[in-house]
């Protein structure tokens, strides 16, 4: 087989399959712990553990941190953890097979690569801060709280792309 | 009779092993799908590209009626599935300034982690920015903390809130998400065409 590799690289799974194979994957995870799967968790575990392992008496007196900090593990023992590390196997798998693996930059031709990594510096604060508010990110709260049906988790996605589609005039010139 | 692990079914050891399981294949579904590429992301706000909504839907429609009907089946206990509490005001001003730092960025934590692992910088910067995001917020907790823990509604659902029968509810939301994908086909048909 001779692909032409530059022409195989954009290739992408109809959305549809994608879709169906992630909620057979939701419905997998519920059947096997009764909870739904996450993103932003893990990150709150990263956080956590650093600032413990820097500052272990400002993470013991922080209201937040400590619901965190326990005696016997660390935070990062934990099962967001663990599915984050997953993540970044399965998507390197996936990557790498599909010719995508290499180190860049991805913005649109009309801006630099400096705007577009300060807009991700920027949207990822925004982001981090919104998730813990929030309890959850799209994963964690909009589509796992949909497959159960959960008030919070419909009212979270319903904000999120709501809000989305409010501002995405303003951020246009980096996208399109 | 599911859930395992919570019912013992499973040994609760294999938990964090599911966990990498269950993540790998959660990545590579993502990956394989290009939600590893932040401009195929952004897509659903311009209308170039609705794969995000026609991936999320159906998946979050598939996982309810998969639960649905395991638990008709006998093979599922719903009442022992965990719903995400509802604190009302955090759901909607998180998920306001989510929807600005989405936008934003063109990631969410679980797609950013797609896009590290094939090597992009933007994401990279992107988790770091997470992370000072949840540094900020923990450092003025103080400040965050009324709406983070008040208005607390419990582990609702939606049944719960609108007194609907939740087989309405999927019913519903199938044909919401059978409009929505004939209507995004629509759009996408009159939008420039981006080359990402």
């Not at chain 1, 519920?30 to 008496?57: C, E, H, P, Q, W």
């Not at chain 2, 206990?77 to 759901?91: C, V």
């Amino acid at each position: 087989m001779n692909i032409d590799n530059q022409k195989n690289k954009h290739v992408y799974w109809n959305p549809y399959f994608g879709g169906f194979l992630l909620g057979i994957l939701i419905l997998f995870t519920f059947y096997m712990t009764g909870r739904g799967l996450g993103a932003s968790g893990a990150m709150k575990s990263g956080v956590v553990t650093i600032v413990d392992a820097l500052a272990s008496n400002h993470a013991e007196h922080n209201a937040y941190y400590s619901k965190f900090v326990k005696e016997e593990k660390s935070p990062l023992n934990s099962w967001l953890v663990f599915e984050a590390l997953g993540v970044l196997i399965g998507a390197f798998i996936s990557g790498g097979l599909a010719g995508r693996i290499g180190w860049r930059v991805q913005h649109s031709p009309k801006i630099t690569s400096k705007r577009r990594l300060i807009f991700a510096l920027g949207g990822g604060i925004l982001f981090g801060i919104g998730a813990q508010i929030a309890r959850g990110c799209t994963s964690g709260a909009a589509l796992s709280g949909m497959a159960v049906l959960s008030t919070g988790g419909f009212i979270t996605m319903l904000a999120i792309f709501g809000t989305g589609f409010l501002v995405a005039y303003f951020f246009r010139k980096n996208w399109i | 009779m599911g859930p395992l692990i919570p019912n013992g079914v499973i040994p609760y050891e294999w938990n964090n092993i599911i966990a990498i399981l269950i993540g790998i294949f959660f990545g590579f579904i993502l990956e394989a799908s290009g939600f590893s590429s932040s401009r195929k992301l952004a897509g659903v706000f311009y209308g170039y590209d609705f794969a995000v909504l026609k991936v999320f839907f159906t998946a979050a429609l598939v996982a309810l009626i998969g639960i649905l009907y395991m638990d008709y089946l006998g093979y599922l206990n719903m009442e022992q599935l965990y719903i995400h509490p509802t604190y009302l005001w955090g759901a909607i001003i998180g998920g306001v300034i989510m929807g600005v730092g989405f936008v934003a960025a063109g990631f969410c934590p679980g797609t950013s982690l797609c896009a590290v692992a094939i090597g992009k910088i933007d994401a990279i910067v992107y988790v770091i920015g997470i992370m000072i995001g949840i540094f900020i917020f923990s450092e003025l907790y103080t400040v965050f903390e009324p709406i983070y823990n008040g208005y607390f509604e419990g582990n609702i659902t939606l049944m719960d809130s609108l007194g609907v029968n939740r087989y309405w509810f999927a019913f519903i939301f199938t044909i919401i998400a059978i409009v929505a994908f004939a209507a995004s086909d629509m759009i996408r048909k009159r939008v420039k065409k981006i080359f990402y």
